[in-house]
């Protein structure tokens, strides 16, 4: 065989490797302009270094994986959705302006490692987010969780949250006054770490509290408020609290049956000073 068949042969190979390579992966367009879709089995990857800015449609397929590492991520779309089996992971900096709905559907997975935040804007999810960085919504956004929502990072919010679904926190949620907190009839939050709400709650689900629960003056309470042993509920508001409704219920540590020695102890030792004045006389 010639040099020549050779060398082409090798080139053609190289090639072959390195397209069945990078074939899953989208490279960074740097901008969209249009509606832009991640298929099943492709991954756009937003390296460290690079930016994106999307002024489009977003759609990542069933299958498909967005991973942001970049530094900043501008995005100003009319409509962002992660279909059913799609994944998102953001572990940069991801920012929202003039966005009119993001929808994560049944199965999806939203992965928040980074700085996640949504503005002038309506989320609605049925997904699993996980948050172990910063995540919220802001600039009178809403947020109508069916899904699960999981926190060891930030939850914060500039904006009204209805739950429908499950929030299972162990580190901080905030949300600031004038804004509206309701867990509605299927809403069940588990608090392990620090919820800090606005004015007014409404709740007409279930709140088990294990945790810190403050910053508000009224409860409206329609469903189960249960606060165990060790948590705090109202914090420094506590004095001015109102609730309406179903009172809180407080889990007691006290409701255990007493040991036998705790009662025995006493009755012998009545039993015997009786005996013992009885024989005197």
């Known amino acids: 065989m010639k040099l020549n068949e050779i060398l082409l042969i090798a080139l053609a190979l190289a090639i072959f490797f390195v ?6 992966e989208i490279l960074n367009p740097g901008e969209i302009n249009e509606t832009f879709i991640v298929h099943d089995g492709e ?12 002024a489009a449609n977003f759609v990542i397929e069933s299958g498909g994986i967005f991973i942001n590492e970049g530094d900043s991520l ?14 998102f992971v953001n572990r940069g900096d991801w920012f929202r302006t003039q966005m009119s709905e993001f929808n ?7 992965i928040n490692e980074g700085t996640l935040y949504f503005g002038d804007t309506s989320i609605n999810n049925f997904a699993y987010i996980n948050n172990s960085g910063s995540f919220g919504v802001s600039d009178f956004a809403i947020l109508n969780n069916y899904g699960t929502v999981y926190n060891t990072g930030t939850l914060g919010f500039i904006g009204s949250v209805y739950n429908h679904g499950l929030i299972e926190t162990f580190g901080q949620m905030n949300i ?8 509605m009839e299927t809403g069940i939050i588990n608090n392990n770490g620090l919820i800090s709400l ?10 088990n509290n294990y945790g810190d629960f403050m910053g508000f003056e009224t409860v409206y309470n329609n469903g189960a408020i249960i606060c165990y042993p060790g948590s705090t509920f109202g914090g420094d508001t506590e004095l001015r609290i109102i609730v309406e409704g179903n009172p809180v219920q407080w889990a007691n540590q006290e409701n255990n049956i007493p040991e036998f020695p705790t009662i025995a102890l006493p009755m012998i030792a009545i039993i015997g000073l009786a005996l013992f004045f009885k024989r005197r006389k």
């Open 19 to 24: 397209s069945t390579a990078a074939a899953g």
């Open 43 to 54: 991954t756009l990857w937003i390296h460290p270094g690079d930016s994106l800015s999307i």
């Open 74 to 87: 501008r995005v100003s779309v009319s409509q962002f959705t992660v279909k059913q089996n799609g994944t």
């Open 104 to 110: 994560f559907e049944n199965n999806s997975i939203i």
């Open 176 to 183: 600031l006054p004038l804004y509206h907190f309701e867990n």
């Open 198 to 207: 606005a004015k007014r709650i409404t709740n007409n689900g279930i709140i």
